[in-house]
């Protein structure tokens, strides 16, 4: 080995000798232990800590926090107040016992009411669910409509596994308010219209068959079948939603629940129950009421506006916008 190569080896040894021991240049001046082991347990503390503390609280803020707070801290959004609760039940008075009565009352239909029934009568959009009579179209639309009824009882699991007395009783009284309301309304507004179903315009049934049907045959406006389904629909999608604010399965909640909802329509119209315009009445009307029973029964936050029952004299509802606290 040349002396000019061993030369240029040990100078390269005493250039990071003494740069690691602290110098700014080669052949600077050491420092002494204590000084150097200070300062590489500072280095060691300023650049190597920060970073897995970083991930810690990164990983606990994106993932388990989130969750934890919404399962433990999370308060029933919903309670029941006895002064709405008292106008609803009167609401339900006044609706069960005139529709019961209206029902009753509505005449059997003779031959020569379904004889002079014309179709050029019909408005466009109705006139695709006359000479229409499905049997099993008529059995199939029960089914959608009762999954989608019951399923609002699976609200109650939770707080009764929890054994939340409050919140059982809660979306219990709401749901038979919704329901009661919903199927009250449907048959006194199906006893005041005697509308005729559509297919009483075909030739599917026979007169005999067709006066058999008696006055169910003149009960078509509104769909009382839709209007359950998405009364039942709109109710669990919008008390779901309150109740598990950050849950991913809202939108499959709503999707699953509108699109039984909707099959329920469908199906009434096929089998020749309905027209068009029966269902979209139902569908709105149910809808209506399946959402606005549950925001009645919120809890409500400083800022909100909402619908509120007095009795003074007579019943009525009020408009409140609370701005106790608001941010302006």
Same mark, same amino acid.
């Given at each position: 080995?040349?002396?000019?190569?061993?030369?240029?080896?040990?100078?390269?040894?005493?250039?990071?000798?003494?740069?690691?021991?602290?110098?700014?240049? =080669?052949?600077?001046? /050491?420092?002494?232990?204590?000084?150097?082991?200070?300062? $590489?347990?500072?280095?060691?503390?300023?650049?190597?800590?920060?970073?897995?503390?970083?991930?810690?609280?990164?990983?606990?803020?994106?993932?388990? $926090? =989130?969750?934890?707070?919404?399962?433990?801290?999370?308060?029933?959004?919903? /309670?029941?107040?006895?002064?709405?609760?008292?106008?609803?039940?009167?609401?339900?008075?006044?609706?069960?016992? =005139?529709?019961?009565?209206? &029902? *009753?009352?509505?005449?059997?239909?003779?031959?020569?009411?379904? +004889? &002079?029934? +014309?179709? *050029?009568?019909?408005?466009?959009?109705?006139?695709? @669910?006359?000479?229409?009579?499905?049997?099993?179209?008529?059995?199939?639309?029960?089914?959608?409509?009762?999954?989608?009824?019951? !399923?609002?009882? @699976?609200?109650?699991?939770?707080?009764?596994?929890?054994?939340?007395?409050?919140?059982?009783?809660?979306?219990?009284?709401?749901?038979?308010?919704?329901?009661?309301? *919903?199927?009250?309304?449907?048959?006194?507004?199906?006893?005041?219209? %005697?509308?005729?179903? =559509?297919?009483?315009?075909?030739?599917?049934?026979?007169?005999?068959?067709?006066?058999?049907? #008696?006055?169910?045959?003149?009960?078509?406006?509104?769909?009382? %079948?839709?209007?359950?389904?998405?009364?039942?629909?709109?109710?669990?999608?919008?008390?779901?939603?309150?109740?598990?604010?950050?849950?991913?399965?809202?939108?499959?909640?709503?999707?699953?629940?509108?699109?039984? @909802?909707?099959?329920? #329509?469908?199906?009434?119209?096929?089998? #020749?129950? %309905?027209?068009?315009?029966?269902?979209? !009445?139902? !569908?709105? $009307?149910? #809808?209506?009421?399946?959402? !606005?029973?549950?925001?009645?029964?919120?809890?409500?936050? @400083?800022?909100?506006?909402?619908?509120?029952?007095?009795?003074?004299?007579?019943?009525?509802?009020?408009?409140?916008?609370?701005?106790?606290?608001?941010?302006?």
């Amino acid at each position: 080995m040349s002396p000019k190569y061993i030369i240029f080896l040990v100078s390269i040894f005493i250039f990071y000798s003494t740069a690691s021991a602290g110098g700014t240049a =080669p052949f600077s001046h /050491r420092l002494p232990r204590p000084l150097l082991r200070e300062r $590489m347990t500072s280095f060691i503390k300023v650049e190597e800590a920060p970073f897995p503390s970083r991930l810690h609280g990164h990983l606990q803020r994106e993932t388990a $926090m =989130p969750f934890k707070q919404e399962v433990e801290t999370q308060p029933f959004p919903y /309670r029941l107040q006895w002064q709405q609760d008292v106008v609803l039940s009167h609401a339900l008075l006044w609706l069960a016992i =005139p529709s019961h009565y209206l &029902r *009753n009352a509505q005449p059997q239909p003779a031959m020569h009411s379904i +004889q &002079r029934l +014309q179709k *050029n009568k019909v408005n466009g959009l109705d006139r695709i @669910a006359i000479d229409r009579y499905d049997a099993n179209a008529i059995r199939l639309s029960n089914l959608p409509r009762d999954v989608v009824c019951y !399923a609002p009882l @699976a609200l109650m699991v939770p707080p009764l596994v929890k054994k939340q007395w409050s919140a059982v009783l809660t979306i219990t009284v709401m749901y038979m308010e919704a329901m009661q309301i *919903n199927k009250s309304l449907a048959s006194c507004v199906k006893s005041l219209t %005697h509308r005729p179903r =559509p297919y009483l315009y075909g030739s599917r049934l026979t007169m005999e068959e067709k006066l058999a049907r #008696g006055r169910e045959g003149f009960r078509s406006f509104y769909s009382g %079948h839709t209007s359950d389904a998405f009364c039942s629909a709109l109710f669990l999608s919008t008390v779901y939603e309150k109740i598990y604010p950050q849950s991913p399965y809202k939108r499959y909640v709503y999707g699953l629940s509108l699109m039984l @909802a909707t099959s329920t #329509g469908l199906l009434r119209i096929s089998g #020749g129950k %309905h027209f068009p315009t029966d269902v979209l !009445a139902g !569908a709105c $009307m149910g #809808g209506l009421i399946g959402y !606005a029973i549950p925001r009645l029964h919120e809890i409500k936050v @400083a800022g909100s506006v909402r619908l509120s029952p007095y009795i003074h004299d007579h019943f009525g509802l009020s408009v409140i916008i609370d701005l106790k606290n608001a941010q302006c």
